[in-house]
């Protein structure tokens, strides 16, 4: 039995992957910094190993290896962007420097989509992860024979939904931390803000949607995961319908993925181990 930890900046995520090589990962369960023992009152039985991701400072991650290593004797193999090389193209000079949820999330994404026709045709995927920060990132199957088989072409961070409710809050004198639903034409100040945090996720996701379409001929297929998602999810989907009808496309409103990043863990392993 393997843990796998998706340590965020908030929270963290975990869940379990038996020891067989066509074992899918177990359920999504969420787990508070404030009680990392929830790990050791909740295991089954104590883990072979342990992997994870962490974007999230010591203050957090310290309390999770403590426990680990205290209750099992076992130290968490954190991965990043160096782990999967020969799976996925990182275009960063310094590939180091890509955060180990971005990379891990899109091996998620690379696995799920892996035996998709549109991706072997050389469709581009997008990934957007409304989290404490939201990205949003592009992969592309290369040409064959090519290696790595699957690239990264890059993507953007901006501040999450909530961080930017946040930053308007306590930035200004007077603007509150709106509740408000969004609206075309936003008549109050609560809408306003709520609408205008839901344009500024939406037009991040559009921009990167139209220029993977324009320099690979195809509409790009959308993926979408973390927990701001909701906050957000009708107004930026009705914008890339909208999109999509103005250009004449089949409506592909975007899908949800749970946990791409444990999802990437789990496939970095097996792979990495053939398991195969």
Not at 62 to 67: D, I, K, M, R, V
Not at 153 to 177: D, E, H, N
Not at 184 to 189: G, Q, S, V
């Amino acid at each position: 039995m393997i843990l796998l930890i998706d340590a965020g900046n908030t929270r963290a995520k975990f869940a379990w992957l038996d020891d067989d090589p066509t074992a899918h990962r177990g359920a999504l369960q969420p787990l508070d910094y404030a009680d990392p023992l929830r790990l050791i009152r909740e295991a089954p039985q104590p883990p072979q190993r342990i992997l994870g991701s962490k974007v999230a400072g010591h203050e957090a991650i310290g309390p999770l290896e403590q426990a680990c290593r205290e209750h099992w004797g076992l130290a968490i193999e954190w991965k990043d962007a160096h782990d999967g090389a020969e799976l996925l193209h990182n275009p960063y000079a310094r590939p180091g420097q890509l955060g180990s949820d971005r990379w891990l999330a899109l091996l998620g994404l690379q696995q799920q989509i892996a035996h998709d026709p549109d991706w072997t045709a050389g469709t581009p995927y997008i990934l957007a992860s409304f989290g404490t920060a939201t990205t949003v990132d592009t992969l592309q199957r290369r040409a064959t024979g090519q290696q790595p088989p699957a690239a990264f072409l890059g993507g953007l961070i901006l501040p999450g939904v909530t961080l930017m409710a946040q930053s308007l809050a306590t930035g200004t004198a007077r603007l509150p931390l709106a509740t408000g639903p969004c609206q075309d034409f936003p008549a109050d100040t609560h809408s306003a803000i709520a609408s205008g945090i839901a344009a500024a996720q939406g037009g991040a996701l559009l921009r990167q949607w139209r220029l993977a379409r324009r320099i690979t001929g195809r509409a790009p297929h959308t993926y979408v995961s973390g927990g701001g998602w909701p906050a957000v999810r009708d107004d930026v989907s009705q914008a890339l319908a909208n999109t999509q009808a103005d250009l004449g496309l089949p409506q592909q409103p975007p899908q949800w993925l749970d946990a791409p990043v444990l999802d990437g863990l789990a496939w970095l392993d097996r792979q990495t181990n053939h398991r195969d």
